[in-house]
């Protein structure tokens, strides 16, 4: 399936590319041609090797109306917009296949965070460990927090791990009520099995006790 | 006569004017490269990230309390967002002190309208190849390092904000 996608991914755009290419090249050619063969005195003709293309000969036709010319930018600008999108059609693919390829579903494990509220915690880091080893340390602007509060998910880290049991401890640093310094950790032993496995860390207000409270869910 | 003349002024002049170039931008391996992404704390509280300013000029000046010059270039540097931050300029200086106490003690005494970072792991300052302070790196508005400056002199500093106004122009 890869030895069959790859080439399609690879050469289709390219080709496009150069198709489009050559037809721009074949109408800055053909312009020069057509004012040429246009300037030229009746009498003295033109060199039959020198002749006007049919297409030099459109754009003669083409010139004083110039309906041809916008009709032709016209196409032009779709054929960009199509490239474009087919640009993006395979980066997506192409994105995909890396992920499927470096991070495959038996082996996956991936952390999300999500925040709600945020008013007894301001988030300014969070560390996470995987089987006491440091996977990630991540710093979070402004920006991206605002993004959380209005219920933005992030992926925070994407790995492999292998069948069995597992540790995972998190460090969220920020400020806490009161605007103080605050660190507290949260842990998690999960069983990772065939599949992917997928965690998510919560931040959440705890209106009773005024106090921001963390937690891991593991995604079943 | 004259044309032996000519031919040597063009032997000599030559490679003075590739010297020269060396110089300016002697082999900086960044350059025409994509900026290295970076994630830090600012003195004054929050994080900055380099990804974040994409579609804007960012003038990253890496600095330490030891150097004597960095103060100056701040300043000149804080005059330069003061001209230029309507036209999408965003300056950010990297203190790569080994000392952190230091780097605050004169973070604080400085008053400039810029964000002042803390690099404590040097990771961003090596990524970046700081070789000599204080060391100003221009990007341009799709994250490419443009240019480099690896000194500070009232000729870098004119050719500074010739830097400059070209990339905001772009």
């Known amino acids: 399936m890869l030895h069959l996608g790859l080439p399609r991914l690879s050469f289709s755009p390219a080709l496009a590319v150069l198709g489009l290419l050559l037809a721009v090249g074949a109408a800055q050619g053909a312009a020069p041609a057509a004012r040429a063969a246009a300037d030229t005195p009746p009498g003295k003709g033109v060199p039959a090797a020198t002749a006007p293309a049919p297409a030099a000969a459109e754009a003669v036709a083409g010139e004083p109306g110039s309906v041809d010319t916008a009709v032709d930018t016209r196409g032009l600008d779709q054929e960009v917009q199509g490239l474009k999108k087919d640009v993006v059609d395979l980066n997506r693919e192409l994105f995909v296949l890396e992920e499927e390829l470096l991070f495959p579903a038996n082996t996956q494990v991936a952390v999300f965070l999500s925040m709600d509220v945020g008013d007894f915690f301001g988030l300014d880091a969070v560390q996470l460990k995987l089987d006491q080893k440091e996977v990630i340390n991540y710093l979070y602007t402004p920006r991206e927090v605002e993004a959380l509060l209005k219920g933005g998910v992030q992926r925070l880290y994407l790995g492999n791990l292998k069948v069995g049991r597992h540790e995972l401890v998190a460090f969220f640093t920020g400020k806490g009520p009161n605007d103080r310094d605050y660190r507290r950790g949260a842990s998690l032993r999960f069983e990772k099995g065939i599949g992917a496995k997928y965690l998510e860390l919560k931040i959440n207000d705890r209106q009773r006790k005024q106090q921001p409270e963390f937690e891991i869910k593991d995604w079943e | ?170």
């Open chain 2, 1 to 170: 006569m004259l044309t032996s003349a000519l031919w040597w002024q063009c032997v000599i002049a030559v490679p003075l004017g590739v010297g020269s170039l060396a110089l300016a931008q002697p082999g900086y391996g960044l350059l025409g490269q994509s900026a290295p992404e970076f994630a830090l704390h600012a003195v004054a509280g929050g994080n900055v990230r380099l990804s974040e300013h994409r579609g804007e000029v960012v003038v990253i000046s890496f600095w330490s309390s030891r150097c004597t010059p960095c103060r100056t270039q701040l300043a000149a540097l804080d005059r330069s967002l003061t001209t230029y931050r309507s036209a999408g300029l965003q300056i950010y200086g990297i203190n790569v002190d080994d000392d952190q106490t230091r780097a605050l003690e004169f973070a604080h005494g400085e008053s400039v309208a810029f964000a002042l970072l803390l690099d404590p792991e040097k990771d961003v300052s090596r990524r970046y190849q700081v070789d000599n302070l204080p060391m100003t790196v221009l990007v341009d508005r799709g994250g490419i390092v443009r240019y480099v400056l690896r000194d500070y002199s009232d000729k870098s500093q004119e050719l500074y904000l010739k830097q400059l106004r070209a990339l905001l122009n772009e």
